[in-house]
């Protein structure tokens, strides 16, 4: 499967990241690239349960692909959320069941960052995309 041209553009950049430093300040730069959510988006049924940091997720459909918004508090978790944001963005329903975290960071050279908590955390905010998308 191709990758949307988000993930492309984030496996090229994290890629050309000699060392975790920068990789870490890649990151935080993405992370204030995140698309905002207004407050009213910023409710209990867009919340993320199982994420440590509170997560707000807002997803629409649009010709059969799915575009989707998110908001952390927390900093590093908004970097986190905006490279998933590249990986997932414009797929369709059946796309988006198939996407493999671990190996998606793991390409980027992020999974030092995953601990167990924050993994737990981007695969709550992965399954409630499968969710809104229909069937989990």
Do not use: Y
């Not at 060392?19 to 910023?42: C, F, K, T, V």
């Not at 989707?68 to 590093?76: D, G, P, Q, V, Y």
């Amino acid at each position: 499967m191709s990758l949307p041209a988000n993930a492309q553009a984030a496996l090229d950049a994290f890629g050309a990241c000699p060392g975790w430093e920068q990789r870490a300040r890649l990151l935080m730069q993405w992370g204030e690239r995140l698309e905002a959510l207004d407050d009213s988006e910023r409710t209990e049924d867009n919340r993320v349960h199982g994420c440590e940091s509170q997560v707000w997720l807002a997803g629409e459909q649009q010709e059969g692909r799915w575009h989707f918004r998110a908001a952390s508090e927390a900093r590093l978790l908004r970097g986190l959320l905006a490279v998933l944001l590249a990986r997932v963005d414009g797929l369709s329903a059946s796309e988006l069941h198939g996407v493999d975290l671990a190996d998606w960071f793991n390409q980027l050279g992020l999974n030092r960052q995953l601990s167990p908590s924050r993994s737990n955390g981007l695969n709550a905010v992965l399954q409630r995309m499968r969710e809104l998308a229909g069937g989990a």
